[in-house]
Nanobody
């Protein structure tokens, strides 16, 4: 099992930056990939960025060149650095773990952190 705790959200003006953190605990060795998702009011949850076990990254087109996902294995923490924020980035951001255990694949989610970008 895996536990995820996000932090770092808040209110920022357009053009500003925020860094989200996701502290990971549990059976970390069974995690295949870590990702950040977001959900805006009235919209479906969408993938923002992910990093695989071997360090490959993938980004939504809407955030390429502005957001960077990274991980600190020593601290068991995954980060999302968000620069040049836009009002359309406003959403609840969720940390996700793609867990592969003996019972199969399972998604774990954090509680979410609100990011609000004012124009």
């Amino acid at each position: 099992q895996v536990q995820l705790v996000e932090s770092g959200g808040g209110l920022v003006q357009a053009g500003g930056s925020l860094r989200l953190s996701c502290a990971v605990s549990g059976i970390i060795s069974s995690i295949n990939a870590m990702g950040w998702y977001r959900q805006a009011p009235g919209k479906q949850r969408e993938l923002v960025a992910l990093v695989t076990r071997i360090g490959n990254t993938n980004y939504a087109d809407s955030v390429k060149g502005r957001f960077t996902i990274s991980r600190d294995s020593a601290k068991n923490t995954v980060y999302l650095q968000m620069n040049s924020l836009k009002p359309e980035d406003t959403a609840v951001y969720y940390c996700n773990a793609d867990y592969r255990g003996v019972a199969g694949r399972r998604d774990f989610w954090g509680q979410g952190t609100q990011v609000t970008v004012s124009s």
